[in-house]
């Protein structure tokens, strides 16, 4: 299960207190108009500012429902 969370020290603090396993990554997070070749700009901008990409998954805004596509950023 992969989660993006906007408070990591709170889900750290109960997932410890539980005794699960988990690790950290680091995530980039862009949000994308809904158009063909969006994608493709993207990577092509993290790319150019040099962060490698592991794999990449999207979501929505909950706020307002924008698309939202998060990488993985891969280990250096």
Request: glycine share 6%.
């Given at each position: 299960m992969r989660l993006?969370?906007?408070n990591p020290a709170t889900a750290k603090?109960?997932?410890d207190?539980?005794?699960a396993d988990y690790r950290e990554r680091d995530?980039?997070?862009?949000?994308?108009?809904?158009?063909p070749g969006e994608?493709?700009?993207a990577a092509?901008?993290?790319g150019?500012?040099?962060?490698?990409?592991?794999?990449?998954?999207?979501?929505?805004?909950?706020?307002?429902n924008a698309n939202i596509l998060?990488?993985?950023?891969a280990d250096a």
């Open positions: 993006v969370l906007d603090t109960a997932l207190r539980q005794r995530v980039a997070t862009v949000t994308l108009t809904h158009r994608l493709a700009r092509t901008r993290l150019d500012a040099g962060i490698n990409i592991d794999y990449g998954y999207c979501g929505a805004d909950p706020r307002n998060v990488f993985e950023v």
